[in-house]
T-cell receptor
Framework: NAGVTQTPKFQVLKTGQSMTLQCAQDMNHEYMSWYRQDPGMGLRLIHYSVGAGITDQGEVPNGYNVSRSTTEDFPLRLLSAAPSQTSVYFC????????????FGEGSRLTVL | TQLLEQSPQFLSIQEGENLTVYCNSSSVFSSLQWYRQEPGEGPVLLVTVVTGGEVKKLKRLTFQFGDARKDSSLHITAAQPGDTGLYLCAGPAGGTSYGKLTFGQGTILTVHP
């Protein structure tokens, strides 16, 4: 009964370092997405995917890359971390690309020093 | 980008009181969703409203979608400490159901025993 699994849960980086946040879902969902959550700003969409091999930018894509080589996995890469990327990151998926309930992971808290 | 404005941003009440949270936009949405998030976890869907004027009840929670489909409200009757959390409204960006889901900034509710 895993649902959406994110790793790591916590990470501290230095400015300029790169890293990958992992996201996997076992529900055979078409749609996967990454959000960041900052105080007072709700959830902002970074990138999303409507199926394997298809990705698109969200509201705040700069500094992040994604790929979707399989239905199950949707990793988020930070190319050169900046303090402005300190945030809590959530991966979410839903069964259909165009509608339905979003299922979220438990979040990954990233601090960039 | 279609914006969703939530009010109030913070709400602190005593157990047994009633409260209403509002989600407003200048744009028409084909549907709106409400999510609840507890500390350290991802948001969880409470309800989806799709028809203008629609009212849905979930135990002590009542959700309403405005006639013009530009706003929604969440009313909690006789709040309990277990209702404490972050409440988020969300709607499809661009007025369609496809792809992106945009979130309001959230309402932090604290219910004191």
């Amino acid at each position: 009964n895993a649902g959406v699994t994110q790793t790591p849960k916590f990470q501290v980086l230095k400015t300029g370092q790169s890293m990958t946040l992992q996201c996997a879902q076992d529900m055979n969902h078409e749609y996967m997405s990454w959000y960041r959550q900052d105080p007072g700003m709700g959830l902002r969409l970074i990138h999303y995917s409507v199926g394997a091999g298809i990705t698109d930018q969200g509201e705040v894509p700069n500094g992040y890359n994604v790929s979707r080589s399989t239905t199950e996995d949707f990793p988020l890469r930070l190319l050169s971390a900046a303090p402005s990327q300190t945030s809590v990151y959530f991966c979410a998926s839903r069964r259909l690309a165009n509608t339905g309930e979003l299922f979220f992971g438990e979040g990954s808290r990233l601090t960039v020093l | 980008t279609q914006l969703l404005e939530q009010s109030p941003q913070f709400l602190s009440i005593q157990e047994g009181e009633n409260l209403t949270v509002y989600c407003n936009s200048s744009s028409v949405f084909s549907s709106l969703q409400w999510y609840r998030q507890e500390p350290g976890e991802g948001p969880v869907l409470l309800v989806t409203v799709v028809t203008g004027g629609e009212v849905k009840k979930l135990k002590r929670l009542t959700f309403q979608f405005g006639d013009a489909r530009k706003d929604s409200s969440l009313h909690i009757t006789a709040a309990q400490p277990g209702d404490t959390g972050l409440y988020l409204c969300a709607g499809p960006a661009g007025g369609t159901s496809y792809g992106k889901l945009t979130f309001g900034q959230g309402t932090i509710l604290t219910v004191h025993p």
